[in-house]
């Protein structure tokens, strides 16, 4: 019986989606997942300059902080502000006190200024790709903790992922990439297959359709919104770790909706199959042991207990023995000053979508 675990890993957010809360309706209704993709996230990101996201990051880390997690991998794209974002996010995980692991998704889906929604494999790389490459090596080269990132192989070229594995390669680091979330990314496995490494990261994998080397990462409530199917990755060998694909970092939360999804897949499966997926993401940050994080509710040592205890808040949180919340508020930064400056650039950001 104990009221604290250890520091919550959130394996594959986007810091740069905390305005989309908020954010005007798409004109049109999205009617598929290409399409949420088209009216939602690709017009916000494009519209992001380096100011908006970092109170965006700001916002996501504090948040995240606040719910006990005090690790993140995120996976960045802002096309028209490349050079410099990820030391942007990585300022902003710094100020607040969570630990970063960060990369820019690649992508070939900008043609100058054109937006293309699928890209042939043999197409020629775009600059908007080599910028995206670029930053990643970038960020790492000066010392970056991070991956380089690839959005998805359905938005690049071969010569793109090819590059992208090249640099991880020659960077001893892995590649961060969305794979066969929707069914317009079905044919990743087979191009991602002969590229792919234990080292990289597989975001979503729901309709993956073999075998890949890397750490499977599942986002249950994302898949369910876009209503992409279900990933069921237990039906693979690989590790696998839980994210939030940018809805929050409520670990706990999303474990909860995990195991009840996994359950409504399977009668037999208990909770501890969604409670090692937390623990695997620790080998990504081995420092998080340090980490510790007290909740409201005296069995989160049970996951039979916190499975089916909706509602349990994260009180204190404490990173290297420092106490950095202290009853759900924090202590090394101003949460209201940070809700205020966010509130605002979000406010300028909703008014830019709603003139496209
Ligand atoms: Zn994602």
Redesign the pocket.
Known sequence: MSFETRGMVCA???LYSSFARGMPAPAVTPNSFLSILENVWWKIDAELDLDTLYWSAALGAAEALCSGTTAIID?HESPMAIDGSLDVIADACSIIGVKSNLSYGVTDRWDGSTLRSKVSPLAPITDGAVRGLRENERFLRAGGRGMVGVHAAFTCTDETLERATSLAESMNTGVHI?VA?GLDDKDAGARLQNRATDSWLL??AVHLDRQLSGTIVH?PR?NMNNSVGYANPVRFSNDVVL?T??IGADMLEEARLAYVRLRESDVTQTPDTVWQWLHTAEKFFPEILEDSVTWSYDNTDSPWHVAFTPGIRCVDVRVKGQLVVKDGMPTQFDMTEIRTKASEAASKLHKKLALR
């Open positions: 594959h957010h986007h996976h969305h979330e975001v979503h986002n994302s994210g694909d940018g």
